[in-house]
Nanobody, 115 residues
Framework: QVQLVESGGGLVQAGGSLRLSCAAS????????MGWYRQAPGKQRELVAA???????NYADSVKGRFTMSRDNAKNTVYLQMNSLKPEDTAVYYC?????????WGQGTQVTVSS
């Protein structure tokens, strides 16, 4: 079992920045991969960024060069630094942890980018 708590969402103007945090209830070394997903109204949930236990990252094409995912092992926390935000980045952002075949989700945090 993994509990995930996200924070850091909010309202920002286009071109601005936000940093999301996701605190895990267990050592993130034991988690195969962690990711950030987002879901906009009327759309399917999509992968934004992911990081493996080995530290490899991958990003959706739509956020490459603007978003950076990182982790602090000592704090069992992963982050998503979001720069140059666009209105189309508006969504609920969810933290995900993959442990073997099991997926765990946070409650989500709203990000709203105004034009």
């Amino acid at each position: 079992q993994v509990q995930l708590v996200e924070s850091g969402g909010g309202l920002v103007q286009a071109g601005g920045s936000l940093r999301l945090s996701c605190a895990a209830s267990r050592n993130i070394f034991s988690i195969n991969a962690m990711g950030w997903y987002r879901q906009a109204p009327g759309k399917q949930r999509e992968l934004v960024a992911a990081i493996t236990s080995g530290g490899s990252t991958n990003y959706a094409d739509s956020v490459k060069g603007r978003f950076t995912m990182s982790r602090d092992n000592a704090k069992n926390t992963v982050y998503l630094q979001m720069n140059s935000l666009k209105p189309e980045d508006t969504a609920v952002y969810y933290c995900n942890a993959r442990v073997f075949i099991y997926d765990y989700w946070g409650q989500g945090t709203q990000v709203t980018v105004s034009s």
